[in-house]
């Protein structure tokens, strides 16, 4: 079992960027599918971006700003955020599972806690 904690979220003005880091323990993340998503006040919890070992999917709407990746000797997955706009403001989560479908489904087995991310006009 895997162990995700997010952190890096805050507050930014619009334009700006954010890096989120997800540090897993427990286990490697070299061996699942990672995932990020977003909730928004209100909203339901929506599919941001996700990666395994030869496939990387993005939502549309933050394609050309937001970049997935990963540092195996840190343990730990990052979303680059560039470009931000007030309608990326949301709790952003990381996830984990064996398959990247599950993942885009939104039905991962790990989940981290999230981090808020706040844009602001």
């Known amino acids: 079992q895997v162990q995700l904690v997010e952190s890096g979220g805050g507050l930014v003005q619009a334009g700006g960027s954010l890096r989120l880091s997800c540090a897993g323990s427990g286990r490697t993340l070299r061996v699942y599918a990672m995932g990020w998503f977003r909730q928004a006040p209100g909203k339901e919890r929506e599919f941001v971006a996700a990666y395994n070992y030869n496939s990387i999917d993005y939502a549309d709407s933050v394609k050309g700003r937001f970049t997935i990746s990963r540092d195996n000797a840190k343990n730990t997955v990052y979303l680059q955020m560039n470009s931000l706009k007030p309608e990326d403001t949301a709790v952003y989560y990381c996830?984990?599972?064996?398959?990247?479908?599950?993942?885009?489904?939104?039905?991962?087995?790990?989940w981290g806690q999230g981090t808020q991310v706040t844009v602001s006009a």
């Open positions: 996830a984990a599972d064996d398959t990247i479908n599950r993942l885009r489904e939104l039905a991962p087995n790990y």
